[in-house]
């Protein structure tokens, strides 16, 4: 434990290493200091602690399990796999676990981790994703995953999206966490709901599941909702949207650098999925989230819905959402009201026809107006229909057509009416 | 020495060191205070900066056993004497301007960031003052016997007293953190001015002279509070800043909306409709005929307003800080109605003090991430409320969960066992989940169905109504909610914060920094050090550790006993430093006759007042009236906190005696091993082992380990 007697020989090359080592370590730290200083121009400004993409090396579990299954879009490179289901792109070794710590390379094989293995399941009314105009007032059977291929440093379901699924399945779970695709349709028709959403955390990484589940589900009549950051390649894309009814899409800000900063993405990705989707003639909406200080820039938005305009047309309804300080954004403030009602009028002005605002009760900015008469033609309260002035999905008041997905009695008579005008068809051909 | 010294050169010497001791315990308050404002502000970041500030000067105290020449520690003392009086401002500012430059804007920080970013701001000052005390116990040397540390050591904490009672007193009420800089700014250069005229480098006097006489120039005509505080706020207004009794309290303005920060930590902004409405109704329906409510914090949101929709008589408003309610009446409307009375005072003491009788108690509070507000999430706490409610009466509080995944082991835990609690305490809890979990507790029986209810009763309001939460609160989510909460295990107590401690374990499970990684690399690095440590510096080393565990015991258990005032907490540090001084001087003056035998009764003496302490406040919260209160708060705590420290002082001069080594080499190793000590002992007292294991057993475990230590020495006794 002590030394009594100082060994007198010992000292000077003792004190000899210790200066050295010091040393050493002052020149570190005054390095690593320097080059914090040297990044603190506002270009550079959070590059320190802003994530990149990168796999979970050797962070694959020892073997899978009962929720494993091979993956899909998946790509053999010598000895590895490439992962192709959004644009991070995993390069996957042997015991390795993907970016959005759901998907592995174990054994030679590439697999998924949560393949029925949903920890999160609710039913939720329709407009809280938010879609307007998908079937309104109906339930939507929700179900999510551990996973996500982002790193928003708000995320609302952290506890879900940034866990791997062993710490998420492990403890003592809710009743719903083993529920294979056929449980999910089955228990969808049992809760009487017309659609089961695929969100909360990200289903992109879910994609088996989902996938599997939205196939089984169209043959049940029931449709297939994806709540998303839209961060998925086309292809899984494509093959996603033959069984895909409706999304909300989240645009984050329009900006990269935000994006890269708060959520460790990038922003194009996100806008080809957006012309994608109205491509492939699938019903979706856009959710932007106001981030006080960073996304309230009504340049960046004028932008954004500028864009929005000439890509995708005017009829794709946009929700400006309020944000609350959550997760590792605690430090600054909810979005105030009227920085959402700047956004929308900016969103109005550049002609989007349906521009709502969220998280905000009591405002009258959640109605539909018609885009012709300018009249009510959808009067809601929270998440309530109070007034439906729609008649086949027109309106009352001028029989002007209204862009949505409105009734579903059952799968035959769905009447589908998303309205994406040829001009602007025309403009995503190219 | 070549040059000619003045003849009264020691008394100058004297002054130095004072000196440096009153600047660097303001230095160390008003930057704990910054630092806290700029990161994340819970017990565990405070033991991280002590620790790494106590660590730093311990590594300095280390290398300033190779200043040998007399001539190079005079120029030493000279030279850092000033860079002692200006690094402070400069740490202050570059930590406001680079804050949100090296960070993302917004970005709540982990332990990482956190333990690198004040380690590396830290290394200047500290790093300086810790050689300048190893140098200045040399220079006495030079002149002096063997007292020569335990006269540094002394003269060091009258500096500190001095600068403790200077902040607690006077410069807290009047200054921000720049200005109260400027005095020991001041005294620093005065005395380095002193100094170099008294040993003939009239030159370098003039110099420092005319650099002091420039500095305040500018520092008079710069106002670098106000120009620095909008840096930590980008796009924000900032309307209001000021350091209050409490913290840093600042209020910006984004548009039409307030929001108040409270030691760089958000407690709420106006008009937050969701916010207001929950905290509100899911407790107010479970009411009959409801008169008086208590509401604790938040009043200024619009909540106090909201509960006026009932009917009642009497909304009392209770804010710690006056300041908050100061502000809400002058931006807002919130609180403009007779039936409101706000109360600035600690919600805590107020329940046990008034006489009042409520239908319903609504707590307002942020997670208990700190003891201190831990305080009212307590069984203890429950208890008191219960006893201001009326029969049947309601008490509400919440606490942060994941609305879409309540079983998420990240937040589980913290529902278990705050719905144990308050089920020690209420015949009936349920928890209606929303953006947080809202517990509801009450003798009297409680109903989920919110907006039946709020229908029935008519209760206008634009979020908790069947429009919204009627669609969104199912059984189903319900049940989530509840089930989650069942099945806890450990009540959390006062002196047993355990909540605190899931709360720790919450906010650093969303990084995915390895802190096991980290905790197993601190251990072997401490482990490798003791081992190689002698007997009298592991004896220092061990009092060291129990002298900041148990300053931390103390301070947290004063917090949970009579509330939290910033200039109390400079009060017992203050009380801690007078401790310390009177122990070293009478050390001093007895050092002759003293042997080895003292030094391990001085080890088992705090051994036994180790495990006295956790009793003293336990058998304190027996005592509540104001009287007792004040008496325990102002006697028994400040005497309780001078023994601890008379007998760390006492030990120090003594152990400075029986090291046998040279003094540069002897005042290196104690003060490495009385800061390193010190350092591990805070940080794992306050932020692992009382959290985990309660105040009891941890002072059980200072006192086990100063066994050890002293067994060591006996040992070494026998073998001598």
């Known amino acids: 434990m002590t030394c009594l007697d100082e060994k007198d020989e010992n000292i000077s090359r003792r004190e000899m290493i210790r200066r050295c080592s010091l040393g050493a370590l002052g020149l570190t730290i005054g390095g690593a200091f320097l080059n914090i200083l040297d990044q603190s121009g506002e270009a550079f400004a959070g590059t320190v602690s802003a994530m990149k993409p990168e796999v979970f090396k050797g962070g694959a579990p020892k073997s899978i399990w009962k929720w494993s299954k091979e993956a899909y879009h998946k790509r053999k490179l010598d000895k590895a796999y490439q992962c192709g289901l959004c644009p991070n792109m995993c390069v996957l070794e042997e015991g390795d676990r993907g970016f959005c710590r759901v998907r592995v390379h174990r054994d030679g094989k590439m697999y998924t981790l949560v393949y029925g293995n949903a920890v999160a399941v609710h039913v939720d009314p329709i407009e809280k994703k938010p879609l307007n105009h998908f079937l309104p007032q109906t339930g939507v059977f929700s179900i999510a995953t551990a996973g996500c291929n982002f790193r928003c440093l708000n995320c609302q379901n952290w506890e879900l999206s940034q866990r791997t699924p062993e710490k998420t399945a492990l403890p003592t779970g809710p009743p719903f966490r083993d529920l294979f695709p056929e449980a999910v349709v089955e228990a969808a028709v049992k809760a009487n709901c017309k659609s089961i959403a695929y969100t909360y955390s990200e289903a992109t990484v879910f994609y088996e599941y989902m996938y599997d589940t939205s196939k089984l589900a169209r043959e049940k009549g029931i449709k297939n909702v994806w709540v998303t950051n839209g961060y998925m390649n086309r292809g899984p894309l494509l093959e996603l949207c033959k069984y895909l009814d409706a999304a909300n899409v989240d645009l984050k800000s329009f900006d990269d650098n935000i994006y890269r900063k708060l959520n460790s993405g990038k922003l194009q990705p996100v806008l080809d999925t957006l012309t994608t989707l109205a491509e492939k003639d699938i019903w979706f909406e856009v959710t932007n989230l106001i981030v006080p200080t960073y996304t309230d820039d009504l340049k960046m938005i004028r932008k954004m819905c500028k864009w929005l305009f000439k890509n995708i047309g005017p009829d794709y309804p946009l929700h400006f959402s309020r944000f609350h300080p959550l997760h590792k954004l605690t430090h600054l403030p909810s979005t105030p009201l009227s920085a959402l009602k700047k956004a929308r009028e900016t969103a109005l002005e550049e002609g989007l026809h349906y521009v709502y605002i969220g998280n905000v009760p009591g405002t009258k900015a959640q109605d539909t107006l018609c885009p012709k008469c300018g009249k009510i033609v959808i009067e809601r309260k929270g998440y309530f229909v109070v007034q439906n002035n729609l008649n086949g999905g027109r309106c009352k008041f001028c029989s002007e057509k209204l862009a949505g997905v409105w009734e579903s009695k059952n799968k035959e008579e769905t009447e589908k009416q998303s309205v994406v005008p040829g001009v602007y068809k025309k403009g995503l051909a190219g | ?720």
């Open chain 2, 1 to 720: 020495m070549g040059r000619e010294l003045h003849p009264k050169w020691n008394r100058f010497l004297f002054l130095s060191v004072t000196c440096l001791g009153i600047s660097h315990v303001i230095t160390q308050l008003t930057l704990l205070r910054e630092f806290l404002a700029v990161f994340h502000g819970n017990e565990l970041t405070i033991g991280i900066i002590l620790a790494n500030w106590m660590l730093l000067t311990g590594i300095g105290a280390y290398l300033g056993r190779f200043f040998r020449s007399e001539k190079l520690q005079l120029n030493t003392l000279l030279v850092f004497q000033v860079l002692a009086s200006v690094l402070p401002i400069v740490c202050v500012y570059l930590l406001r301007v680079l804050r949100d430059r090296i960070f993302i804007r917004g970005e709540l920080l982990g332990l990482t960031s956190i333990f690198t970013s004040t380690f590396i701001f830290l290394i200047p000052y500290c790093v300086f003052t810790g050689v300048l005390l190893t140098v200045a116990c040399s220079m006495f040397s030079f002149r002096n016997s063997e007292k020569s540390i335990g006269t540094v050591y002394f003269l060091d904490n009258i500096g500190d007293i001095l600068g403790g009672c200077l902040f607690t007193f006077v410069l807290v009420y009047f200054f921000g953190s720049f200005r109260v800089l400027y005095f020991p700014a001041a005294l620093n250069l005065v005395s380095a001015i002193f100094l170099a005229v008294m040993s003939g480098r009239k030159i370098f006097g003039a110099i420092v002279l005319l650099f002091t006489a420039g500095l305040f120039v500018f520092l008079g005509t710069n106002d670098l509070d106000n120009q620095t505080i909008g840096h930590l706020y980008e796009g924000q207004d900032v309307v209001l800043h000021k350091d209050t009794r409490y913290g840093k309290l600042v209020v910006t303005r984004l548009e039409e909306q307030y929001n108040i920060f409270e030691n760089g930590f958000l407690l709420y902004s106006t008009d937050d409709i969701i916010r207001a409405e929950e905290t509100v109704h899911y407790a107010m329906v479970q009411t009959e005929n409801p008169k008086e409510v208590l509401l604790i914090s938040g009043g200024i949101t619009g909540t106090a307003k909201e509960i006026l929709k009932y009917g009642v008589q009497r909304v009392d408003y209770v804010e710690i800080d006056r300041d908050i309610v100061e502000t809400g009446m002058i931006y807002t409307d919130n609180l403009a109605d007779d039936r409101i009375h706000p109360i600035s005072m600690d919600g805590r003491l107020f329940v046990e003090r008034t006489r009042n009788k409520y239908d319903a108690v609504i707590l307002d509070l942020p997670d208990p991430s700190t003891v201190q507000v831990n305080r009212m999430y307590t069984i203890e706490f429950f208890r008191m409320v219960k006893s201001v409610l009326k029969s049947n009466g309601v008490v509400s509080t919440s606490i942060t969960s994941s609305e879409n995944f309540p079983h998420s082991p990240d937040v589980a835990p913290l529902s278990k066992a705050l719905y144990l609690t308050l089920k020690s305490v209420f015949k009936n809890v349920i928890i209606i989940p929303g953006n947080k979990s809202y517990f509801i507790a009450s003798d009297g029986s409680l109903t989920f169905d919110v907006v039946g209810q709020i229908e029935k009763k008519g209760i206008p309001t634009e979020y908790v109504n069947k429009y919204y939460v009627g669609a969104t609160l199912t059984t189903e989510r319900i049940r989530g909610a509840n089930d989650a909460a069942h099945g806890g295990s450990t009540v959390n107590h006062d002196f047993h914060p355990i909540i605190c401690y899931y709360t720790l374990k919450y906010w650093l499970g969303q990084f995915g920094a390895p802190i096991r990684l980290f905790v197993i690399a601190a251990g072997v690095a401490m482990a490798i050090y003791m081992v190689r440590m002698r007997a009298v510096s592991f004896a220092v080393f061990t009092t060291g550790f129990a002298a900041a565990g148990l300053e931390m015991v103390i301070v947290i258990g004063f917090q949970v006993l009579y509330g939290y005032v910033y200039s109390k907490i400079g009060l017992i540090i203050t009380m801690f430093m007078t401790g310390l001084a009177l122990g070293s001087f009478s050390m001093n003056r007895w050092l002759g006759s003293r042997t080895l035998r003292t030094m391990v009764k001085i080890q088992f003496a705090v051994v036994a007042l180790s495990f006295g302490t956790p009793f003293v406040l336990l058998i304190l919260s027996g005592f509540t009236s104001p009287v007792s209160a004040f008496l325990g708060a102002h006697l028994v705590i400040p005497l309780l906190t001078i023994t601890t420290a008379f007998l760390v002082g006492f030990e120090f001069p003594l152990a400075a005696k029986l090291y046998r080594g040279d003094i540069p080499r002897t005042a290196g190793s104690l003060y490495n091993a009385d800061l390193i000590g010190a350092a591990v002992g805070a940080i794992s007292v306050s932020a692992v082992l009382i959290p985990l294991i309660g105040l009891v057993y941890t002072c059980m475990i200072i006192g086990g380990l100063n066994i050890l230590s002293g067994t060591f020495l006996l040992l070494k006794r026998t073998r001598v």
